[in-house]
């Protein structure tokens, strides 16, 4: 069975302040995806990032970065001078190889609110 | 990649009545997803769609409660019968291409 863990449940920062949310997963499968989006209030998910699991090269794009450590099953995403924009839920997910045949598996998601 | 349309994109119904919603994907899938998030709630797979048999129900799910249907591979519906004020959800529907997953913007239910 697999698992993923978001133990921060609410996060407050003050505009411009970096923020790192912490992800770590439990799956038995070797090869594996893991996935955050985000979810504004509007409801819809937004895709911020797919990594294999073999590629460990931790991603940077703008202001979001992505640490993927598989020796302590972390996925962790920060972004750096955060923005009132930022504000959202944010959901980490895994899914196991299988492609199409396969679901995700979601955290319990992350509530991110940026104070001007 | 693939484009999802779902509808309604919100409703408000009253209990005891039923709502179908509908997603249209843009191209041949052979599952398609529908997932539940219960406010303040994480994504909770519903049932997995494959075109020409049944759906397959995740545990404390059932068909008679959320009955699926899948005519072709390009299109899900899902009912959500006999309502109550617990239904109120986000309801989305996914499918998956190769490795990425793509979602519906959702149908934001409210029972009243």
């Known amino acids: 069975a697999q698992k993923v863990t978001q133990a921060q449940t609410e996060i407050s920062v003050v505009e411009k302040e970096d923020v790192t949310l912490d992800c770590v997963y439990e799956?038995?499968?070797?090869?594996?995806?893991l996935f955050w989006y985000k979810q504004p209030p509007s409801g819809e998910l937004v895709f911020l990032i797919r990594?294999?699991?073999?590629?460990?090269q931790n991603e940077i794009s703008g202001r979001y970065s992505w640490n993927f450590q598989k020796s302590t099953s972390s996925f962790n995403f920060t972004i750096t001078a955060s923005q009132v924009v930022d504000s959202a839920v944010y959901f980490c997910?895994?899914?196991?190889?299988?492609?199409?045949?396969?679901?995700?598996?979601f955290g319990s998601g992350t509530q991110l609110t940026v104070l001007p | 990649s693939a484009v999802i349309s779902q509808k309604p994109s919100r409703d408000i119904c009253q209990r005891g009545t039923s709502l179908t919603i509908q997603c249209q994907v843009d191209s041949q899938v052979t599952m398609m997803f529908w997932y539940r998030q219960q406010p303040g709630q994480s994504l909770t797979l519903i049932a997995t769609?494959?075109?020409?048999?049944?759906?397959?129900?995740e545990s404390g799910f059932v068909i008679d409660k959320f009955p699926i249907s899948r005519p072709n591979l390009t299109f899900s519906t899902l009912t959500v019968s006999n309502m109550s004020p617990e239904d109120s959800s986000i309801y989305l529907c996914?499918?998956?291409?190769?490795?990425?997953?793509?979602f519906g913007q959702g149908t934001r239910l409210t029972v009243v």
């Open positions: 990594r294999n699991s073999f590629d460990e």
């Open positions: 996914s499918v998956r291409v190769n490795t990425e997953a793509f």
């Open positions: 997910a895994l899914s196991e190889a299988g492609g199409s045949a396969r679901q995700l598996t």
């Open positions: 769609a494959n075109q020409g048999s049944e759906a397959t129900y």
């Open positions: 799956t038995r499968d070797t090869t594996y995806y």
